[in-house]
């Protein structure tokens, strides 16, 4: 059996194992208007442009909280009082989007869709010919409810022909799935430090179109969620408008250094790719079905359905698990009937061979036979 790299694996899909050298970014006491955390700021804001090719025609604006708050910040600020928004809602993330959204008394509709089959083109228009109002959408880039990565190109090519606004939530993959702000020409995009970018969450970071964003001065019903504010002051002073996660942008200063090291966006999907695939072939070969096909999971995340023994609860599962120094995922209830498996952060293919026998070994510790029966059904949908 593998040995185990780290005291503790957090396989959740975000918050995750962060690199030692990252939480290490956050040991020093900053002064917030100091030069130090202003270059920091700028640093990141700077990369985060740099890796969605959004430097001559994108914005980057930080905000303090996680990041749906960027989420509800970009809808506060960036939509138009006569605005009314399609919520792409095929998963548990998409549904949470639609409930920020109204939240927020955004005039709210939604495309409700299964988990699989992935929205077409022609579902979309259908939508949208039912309802000229709409002139904004929504939509996750990786629904991690299940795992699944919507066709975003496909959103922005209809946005650009009907002149739509378009924002991605690209919380669970920026840093990992490539996306281009330039060529899409999206509104707003939605970043976490916490997920792709393996760094400490305590900072929502939002990529605007800056014609977007100018366009937006003095509109938000908010007051810290104001993104134009906030860029406004970033711009004119280096600085944050109230008290910068002066710590959390030390640890995010790193992340990227790491990021950029590793190669980008590009080779750190692949590592993820190789985990997640030690992980998806060890499992099938012990019995158990994914909720999806390869072809449309996104590498960061797998769902497994439970196996069907009626010795086997995910609560006796992840206890057994967590007595070994591993913590695991349930399924969203888009997805009942699962559980999940994060292979971001600080991962590599050795430490999901160790974690796949750690999981043989609790199974049989609970009583579950291997190789699991599959779960019943075939149709991978809800
Ligand atoms: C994790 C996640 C979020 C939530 O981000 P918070 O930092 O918890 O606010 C939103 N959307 C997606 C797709 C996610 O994976």
């Known amino acids: 059996m593998a040995e185990a790299r780290h005291d503790f694996y957090l396989l959740t899909p975000g918050p995750l194992i962060v690199p030692a050298e990252i939480k290490a970014g956050m040991v020093r ?21 740099e890796l969605c ?8 604006v930080l905000l303090q909280g996680s990041a749906t ?29 639609r409930e920020v959204a109204e939240a927020a008394r955004v005039d709210t509709v939604t495309l409700e869709l299964p988990n699989l089959p992935l929205p077409t083109r022609a579902d979309l228009e ?6 000229p109002k709409i002139t904004h959408m929504v939509l996750c880039q990786a629904e991690t409810g299940t795992g699944v990565l919507n066709p975003v190109e496909m959103f922005a090519e209809v946005a650009r022909e009907r002149g739509l606004g378009l924002m991605v939530d690209s919380v669970a993959c920026f840093g990992g799935v490539e996306i281009d702000v330039a060529a899409l020409d999206v509104d707003a995009v939605f970043v976490s430090p916490n997920k792709c970018l393996e760094s400490v969450p305590g900072v ?31 711009q004119e002073t280096g600085n944050w408008r109230w008290t910068p996660p002066t710590h959390v942008m ?12 590793e190669g980008g966006s590009g080779p750190r999907l692949e590592r993820y790719r190789r985990s997640w695939r030690v992980l998806v072939d060890g499992l099938r070969q012990r019995g158990f079905r994914t909720l999806l096909p390869d072809d449309v999971a996104v590498p960061i995340i797998a769902t497994f359905h439970d196996p069907d023994d009626p010795a086997y609860s995910f609560a006796a599962f992840h206890a057994a698990m967590l007595r070994r120094g591993i ?33 043989c070994d609790a199974l049989e510790e609970i009583g579950v036979r291997l190789p699991v029966s599959a779960a019943p059904g075939d149709v991978e949908t809800v």
């Not at 259908?126 to 309802?131: E, P, T």
């Not at 929502?204 to 937006?216: D, E, F, G, N, Y």
């Not at 559980?339 to 952060?345: H, L, Q, S």
């Open 250 to 261: 030390g640890a995010l200063g790193v992340a990227c250094e790491r990021h950029r090291r």
């Open 327 to 359: 913590e695991i995922f349930p399924g969203r209830l888009t997805a009942m009937g699962t559980f999940r498996i994060g292979v971001m952060g600080d991962l590599v293919e050795e430490d999901m061979v160790h974690v796949l026998g750690q999981m």
């Open 126 to 131: 259908r939508a949208l010919d039912a309802d």
């Open 204 to 234: 929502a970071i939002t990529i605007v179109k800056r014609s977007t964003l100018l366009a937006s001065e003095g509109r938000c019903p908010s007051g810290v969620l104001d993104l134009h504010a906030q860029w406004k002051f970033m």
């Open 53 to 60: 090719n959004g430097r001559d025609t994108h914005e980057c």
């Open 29 to 49: 006491d900053r002064n917030p208007g100091g030069s130090d955390h202003i270059a920091i700021t700028r640093g990141v804001r700077d990369y985060m442009l």
């Open 69 to 97: 708050y960027g989420v509800e910040a970009g809808f506060l600020s960036l939509l138009p009082a006569d605005a009314r928004l399609l919520v792409l809602v095929n998963g548990f993330y998409g549904n949470r989007l």
